[in-house]
């Protein structure tokens, strides 16, 4: 799956990752832990210490998740995964997780090219309801979730830690 448009910057392909982007993604990833620390659950200084042998089983797609990434040029500027359970009677229904685009590149709608990636995904792989969770505070988030067709249908107090505070998540899902 590969699909490519134009901004104002140049050429973006939103493709599947493959073995060979590990290093990239996790210089992208430690980036967005950094820059963004909450919006993942996972912390930057645990993520420091993952073997390479972690960041290349992070992209091994199957049929039950994939990660997108958006690249411009030869450089990962985004990420955005899908996963499914297994399981018989909850494979109609994925999570979006681990979704961040490089600050440089934001406002040009590159995170909704890669929702679109991950709801052609859903489709091909028989899910019907998409689910994410985004910190409440996060408004720039939830709008562009908004305007891939996500709703709001309840909130997670308490969600996350960080630095002495707890922050909500909003739980969001979308109707294929």
Same mark, same amino acid.
């Given at each position: 799956?590969?699909?490519? *448009?134009?901004?104002?910057? !140049?050429?973006?392909?939103?493709?599947?990752?493959?073995?060979?982007? &590990? /290093?990239?993604?996790?210089?992208?990833?430690?980036?967005?832990?950094?820059?963004?620390?909450?919006?993942?659950?996972?912390?930057?200084?645990?993520?420091?210490?993952?073997?390479?042998?972690?960041?290349?089983?992070?992209?091994?797609?199957?049929?039950?998740?994939?990660?997108?990434? &958006?690249?411009?040029?030869?450089?990962?500027? !985004?990420?955005? !995964?899908?996963?499914?359970?297994?399981?018989?009677?909850?494979?109609?229904?994925?999570?979006?997780? !681990?979704?961040?685009?490089?600050?440089?590149?934001?406002?040009?709608?590159?995170?909704?090219?890669?929702? /679109?990636?991950?709801?052609?995904?859903?489709?091909?792989? /028989?899910?019907?309801?998409?689910?994410?969770?985004?910190?409440?505070?996060?408004?720039?988030?939830?709008?562009?979730?908004?305007?891939?067709? *996500?709703?709001?249908?309840?909130?997670?107090?308490? &969600?996350?830690?960080?630095?002495?505070?707890?922050?909500?998540? &909003?739980?969001?899902?979308?109707?294929?």
């Amino acid at each position: 799956m590969i699909k490519s *448009f134009e901004t104002k910057r !140049g050429t973006i392909v939103i493709r599947e990752a493959n073995l060979a982007d &590990a /290093g990239q993604f996790r210089e992208l990833r430690l980036f967005a832990l950094q820059e963004s620390p909450l919006a993942f659950g996972q912390d930057y200084e645990t993520s420091l210490d993952h073997s390479p042998e972690y960041w290349q089983e992070r992209l091994r797609a199957d049929d039950h998740s994939v990660t997108f990434v &958006a690249q411009h040029e030869q450089t990962l500027i !985004g990420m955005m !995964g899908i996963t499914r359970r297994p399981l018989p009677k909850a494979r109609h229904s994925a999570k979006i997780i !681990g979704v961040f685009v490089h600050p440089d590149w934001r406002g040009m709608r590159i995170a909704d090219s890669m929702i /679109g990636m991950c709801i052609e995904w859903a489709r091909m792989h /028989g899910v019907n309801i998409l689910k994410l969770g985004v910190m409440s505070t996060n408004e720039p988030a939830i709008r562009c979730y908004e305007r891939c067709g *996500f709703t709001v249908y309840g909130k997670e107090p308490q &969600a996350m830690f960080y630095e002495g505070q707890y922050y909500d998540a &909003a739980l969001m899902s979308r109707l294929l």
